[in-house]
């Protein structure tokens, strides 16, 4: 399924496009601060742990639920990655997933789930990436489009549940 067959069967997927370009930026984004996002408007991206501005993996995902409606307001502070991941069921078939489920990776030997994508069916999800010393001023780190095979180490997908959607 190509991004334009996406965007008719799930014409919400457009909202999530709006971010692609984003600047990467370690430490960046969580529940509160999201929510005052304008993609057309950079200053208004939260700051990372280094003064930049932009989105992380885990800001990005947190956004995403927000600005589909999948998200109470209050369901929670600021989730990593790996917080990300017990907040989901899981889902059996990650090529079902549909926009707004989660992709959560984890490298082999390491302890916990380090980074998640945020689907948006067919197989594509919005990856940012960058690292703990990426500060929003690498052009070549940013929000993109990507199969989720290609985003890292896959180890399982998930859906938010029931008691954090409004």
């Given at each position: 399924?190509?991004?334009?067959?996406?965007l008719i069967?799930?014409?919400?997927?457009?909202k999530l496009?709006?971010?692609?370009?984003?600047?990467?930026?370690?430490?960046?984004?969580?529940l509160?601060?999201?929510k005052?996002?304008?993609?057309?408007v950079p200053?208004?991206?939260?700051t990372?742990?280094?003064?930049?501005?932009?989105?992380?993996?885990?800001?990005?995902?947190q956004?995403a639920l927000w600005?589909t409606?999948?998200v109470k307001?209050?369901?929670?502070n600021?989730?990593?990655?790996?917080?990300?991941a017990y907040a989901c069921?899981?889902?059996?078939?990650?090529d079902?997933a549909?926009?707004g489920d989660?992709?959560f990776y984890?490298?082999?030997?390491?302890?916990k789930i380090?980074?998640?994508?945020?689907a948006l069916g067919?197989g594509?999800c919005?990856h940012?990436s960058?690292?703990?010393?990426t500060n929003?001023?690498d052009?070549?780190?940013?929000?993109q489009?990507?199969?989720y095979r290609?985003?890292?180490t896959f180890?399982t997908?998930?859906?938010?549940?029931?008691?954090?959607r409004p």
């Amino acid at each position: 399924m190509n991004l334009a067959e996406i965007l008719i069967q799930w014409p919400e997927v457009d909202k999530l496009l709006a971010v692609v370009g984003t600047p990467y930026c370690w430490g960046a984004g969580d529940l509160n601060n999201v929510k005052e996002i304008q993609p057309s408007v950079p200053s208004s991206f939260p700051t990372g742990s280094k003064g930049g501005k932009g989105l992380d993996c885990s800001g990005l995902a947190q956004w995403a639920l927000w600005i589909t409606g999948q998200v109470k307001p209050d369901a929670w502070n600021d989730l990593s990655a790996d917080a990300l991941a017990y907040a989901c069921d899981g889902i059996s078939d990650a090529d079902s997933a549909i926009p707004g489920d989660l992709y959560f990776y984890k490298n082999s030997g390491a302890s916990k789930i380090h980074h998640v994508t945020v689907a948006l069916g067919g197989g594509l999800c919005l990856h940012a990436s960058g690292g703990s010393s990426t500060n929003g001023d690498d052009p070549t780190r940013s929000v993109q489009i990507v199969h989720y095979r290609r985003a890292g180490t896959f180890l399982t997908c998930g859906r938010l549940k029931d008691k954090f959607r409004p």
